[in-house]
């Protein structure tokens, strides 16, 4: 049975760090491309990093760039989001998903709230 199973979140105050973690079974996740989307009340789901197969081009959405950090491990089928110099628009549910062609499959999220 396939699972994407995301865990990390939490409240956090600006400025703080938090590392997101996406535990996936049941496909081969070594082959699957790896994405991170937040989604915040009222607004589309938006698109936060990428990283391939290999684990070596990681991507961000310019609103990221340069403080989150996209990985993966692919013996632990696990990925990873650290998230740091939180600012409260970052605050959202985190999705993790994994894409392989027709083959799309999502978490169902952890909240991080980020709030002084």
């Known amino acids: 049975q396939v699972s994407l199973v995301e865990s990390g979140g939490g409240l956090v105050q600006p400025g703080r760090s938090l590392r997101l973690s996406c535990a996936a079974s049941?496909?081969?996740?070594?082959?699957?491309?790896v994405n991170w989307y937040r989604q915040a009340p009222g607004k589309p789901r938006q698109w936060v990093a990428a990283?391939?197969?290999?684990?070596?081009?990681?991507t961000y959405a310019i609103s990221v760039e340069g403080r989150f950090t996209i990985s993966r491990d692919n013996d632990k089928n696990a990925a990873y989001l650290q998230m740091n110099n939180l600012i409260p628009e970052d605050a959202a549910v985190y999705l993790c998903?994994?894409?392989?062609?027709?083959?799309?499959?999502w978490g169902r999220g952890t909240q991080v709230t980020v709030s002084s």
């Open positions: 998903n994994a894409n392989l062609g027709l083959q799309d499959f």
């Open positions: 049941g496909f081969s996740f070594r082959n699957f491309l």
């Open positions: 990283i391939d197969p290999a684990g070596s081009v990681p």
